[in-house]
């Protein structure tokens, strides 16, 4: 592996090809002359970015770069996201990226940064849609892949319901044998491939709760409901007894993440609402669990004499990363950055509506190292979140390699 600190943001034409003189041919060549304008769409993306349902320049500069390099591509019906095929066959496989930004204002002080307020690629999907359009390129250039590779910029990933129900109702899957994605992994150096075979994510259900009752005097709580401590009841009950009544391997992550009832110090509110997720690493408890928090709210707030209304918005199951692909991709990690660029990941708490395709066709999702190895690793969904550039070539690499061996296995 290439052990280098680069600039923090260095020029693009000095952003290293992790790989390179790995082969094939077709691929080195792509790289040595395309990575610089590949690296500055990217910057393009970030500094301008779209949230999801919204992506409609993002999808405008696909489809243009796509053209240019002779790729036939379409807009999906819902008017951002983009399909497109490269080769000729029977066979197909699929190389999927999200395309959408998160609702926060980024703070990393890059020279690129978003221009918009409340609006940030804060989750690494600029790096994603980069990689998959090199891969484009580089596979359009290739001759004869011995089938067909569809190209699938999904957008909505990070909103429910996912983008990835617009994409199976535009045929985005039809006829694929195997589908494949990546992940930014801000935990992984740059350079290294996490991959796991089974659960590599968990599922992500949302819930909003509105209590009311009848408001009052703190000074006479008797004779009202007490709607603040109705609340705190379901806040600190709920996630405890989740805890009792699924099965611990399942790994139940509720939390919190907003609150909101009342303004004075003196007064009991009307109402009240609660917002959090509900985490699971466990496909049969995700099935389970609707249920059980509708019954378990119902229990913890019968004594408090306060009605609710709960929305509970049930989410993705865990990317259930098939075997076979899982080893494809592993082979091709191997080739494209090393013997040693595959490291074994592990399951994670984050969700990832890629789950949604593989409940249709088999596939895998790698985990793309972009730590620099020398500054802080900042989590995904920060505002500090970047990426190291030299992870663009490393991903290129490959979804190129994988898409090859895929068609060839």
Same mark, same amino acid.
């Given at each position: ?248 391997? #399942?790994?139940?992550?509720? /939390? ?5 009832? @009342?303004?004075? !110090?003196?007064?009991?509110?009307? &109402? +009240? *609402? ?76 984050? #969700?990832?509506?890629?789950? /949604? ?5 088999? @596939?895998?999702? !790698?985990?793309?190292?972009?730590? &620099? +190895? *020398? ?35």
């Amino acid at each position: 592996m290439i052990e280098l600190a680069p600039p923090l943001v260095p020029d693009p034409d000095d952003v290293l090809d992790l790989g390179a003189g790995r082969g094939p041919l077709w691929l080195d060549d792509m790289l040595r002359t395309d990575l610089p304008e590949l690296v500055r769409i990217r910057r393009r993306v970030h500094s301008h970015p779209e949230l999801g349902r919204r992506e409609s320049a993002t999808s405008a500069l696909i489809l243009r770069t796509l053209d240019a390099d002779g790729i036939k591509a379409k807009l999906m019906p819902t008017g951002t996201g983009v399909i497109a095929e490269v080769g000729s066959g029977e066979k197909v496989v699929g190389l999927r990226a999200d395309i959408d930004a998160l609702p926060l204002n980024e703070s990393t002080g890059l020279s690129f940064a978003s221009t918009l307020p409340n609006v940030a690629h804060a989750c690494g999907h600029d790096v994603h849609l980069t990689v998959l359009l090199g891969a484009a390129r580089a596979l359009a250039r290739a001759g004869d892949l011995g089938g067909r590779v569809r190209l699938i910029f999904q957008p909505a990933e990070e909103v429910f319901p996912g983008g990835s129900h617009d994409v199976i109702a535009a045929g985005g899957l039809d006829g694929l044998s195997r589908l494949f994605a990546l992940h930014c992994d801000p935990r992984l150096q740059v350079g290294y491939v996490g991959l796991k075979s089974g659960a590599i994510t968990s599922t992500s259900d949302q819930l909003e709760l509105r209590i009311s009752g009848a408001g009052g005097h703190t000074s006479r709580p008797h004779l009202t409901t007490d709607l603040i401590y109705a609340l705190g009841t379901v806040i600190t009950g709920l996630p405890a007894l989740l805890t009792r009544r699924l099965d611990p391997r #399942a790994s139940a992550v509720m /939390v919190w993440g907003a609150v909101h009832a @009342g303004e004075a !110090a003196n007064a009991i509110p009307r &109402d +009240g *609402v609660l917002r959090g997720t509900l985490r699971l690493m466990d496909r049969r408890a995700w099935d389970a669990a609707e249920s059980l928090v509708r019954e378990l709210v119902a229990q913890l707030l019968a004594p408090t004499g306060a009605a609710f209304e709960l929305d509970y918005f049930r989410g993705v199951p865990p990317v259930e990363n098939e075997q076979v692909s899982t080893d494809l991709m592993r082979t091709a990690a191997q080739r494209a950055l090393g013997a040693e660029a595959a490291r074994p990941a592990e399951q994670s708490t984050g #969700a990832e509506d890629f789950a /949604v395709f593989l409940e249709q066709v088999p @596939g895998s999702l !790698a985990r793309l190292g972009v730590w &620099d +190895g *020398v500054g802080p690793r900042v989590d995904l969904h920060s505002s500090r979140f970047t990426a190291d550039e030299r992870a663009i070539a490393a991903g290129i690499r490959l979804m190129a390699h994988t898409a090859v061996a895929a068609l060839a296995h």
